[in-house]
């Protein structure tokens, strides 16, 4: 049942300057696996602002103008997903909630859309993994508890640096870093597997060896189960973008930047030096790299597996 978080659409859209629609479906399908082949928005566009966001262009083939500012909100996915899910077809496999659009960005304070679309996967016990650069995800913490009590739920925080001063420039609409630290100790007490994406990794702003073990020492404090790490991808439009940030805040790098960037992604040795530098201070901390998502059904007291 919804009763706790009963679902209606919001007339609030209006006073927050959303655009509120009706999806046709919820759910969406895409072949690569990444980390699973089901995706779950619940808005198009996010206010976090973050400059390297590769996602800002999705609003191109909508004709939707400005991801930053132009925020859609699709107010009718809890029952629509409901519906999804009761299908016979319906496999109970993952659903990453949010793969373009983090799912609470600030304007998810007022609109609330998440609380009742949490109970649907409660309700049918389906996995779920979700990533965010917000800790007003713990507003939800109890139904995140209570669908861990039923299948597998991964919750990761996107951290870049720990430095909450650079991170202002870098994501300027997100929670500091600190506070993401913060949300995952208190999202793995009530017994949900937690990791970080350290994506991307930015040259000369985020990559020193003890920037990077900074997170990694504070992953370990919170209890993290792994960390993915990559450096950063300028490919399409993303480049100009970031390139004119660096002239704006970081002038004395767009040279730089220009030398190890030929293409969308840094030099292949550069790359190698980055995966290297992380899996070490893995090992250091005993972090391991992010398992895929095969998740299990909890069913009287043991677990019995989904694949």
């Known amino acids: 049942m919804l009763s706790s ?9 209006q006073t927050t300057g959303v655009q509120c629609i009706e999806a046709r479906s919820a759910l969406h399908y895409h072949d690569k696996e990444q980390p699973t082949h089901w995706d779950l928005n619940v808005y198009r566009g996010c206010a976090h602002g973050c400059t390297y966001c590769f996602a800002r262009y999705s609003h191109d083939y909508i004709g939707g103008g400005d991801f ?9 996915l809890a029952p629509t997903l409901d519906k999804e899910f009761r299908k016979s077809t319906w496999l109970h496999e993952p659903v990453n909630l949010g793969g373009v659009s983090d799912s609470y960005q600030p304007v998810e304070a007022t609109l609330k859309l998440l609380p009742p679309i949490l109970e649907v996967f409660i309700k049918h016990s389906n996995p779920l993994l979700i990533s965010t650069k917000s800790d007003l995800i713990l507003r939800d913490k109890v139904l995140f508890a209570r669908l861990s009590e039923r299948t597998e739920v991964r919750v990761a925080a996107s951290i870049t640096t720990a430095n909450d001063s650079l991170a202002q420039l870098l994501e300027p609409g997100a929670t500091a870093p600190s506070h993401r630290f913060t949300m995952l100790r208190a999202m793995k007490e009530i017994g949900v597997k ?6 991307p990794i930015l040259p000369y702003l985020t990559d020193e060896p003890d920037q990077l073990e900074q997170i ?13 790490a ?14 004119q940030f660096l002239r704006e805040k970081f ?16 030099s292949p040795s550069y790359t190698s030096q980055m995966l290297e530098i992380t899996a070490e201070l893995g090992q250091k901390y005993g972090i391991s790299k992010i398992p895929r998502f095969a998740p299990e059904t909890k069913t009287a007291g043991r677990q019995t597996s989904l694949f």
């Open 5 to 13: 978080h009963p679902f209606k659409p919001t007339s609030t859209c």
């Open 68 to 76: 930053f500012n132009h925020i859609v909100a699709k107010t009718n």
């Open 194 to 199: 937690t990791y970080i994406l350290l994506m």
């Open 216 to 228: 990694y020492q504070q992953a370990a404090r919170a209890g993290v189960e792994g960390i993915i």
């Open 230 to 243: 990559w450096p950063l991808n300028l490919r399409g439009k993303v480049k100009p973008a970031f390139i």
């Open 251 to 266: 002038p004395a790098l767009v040279a730089p930047y220009t030398g190890l960037f030929h293409g969308s992604s840094a």
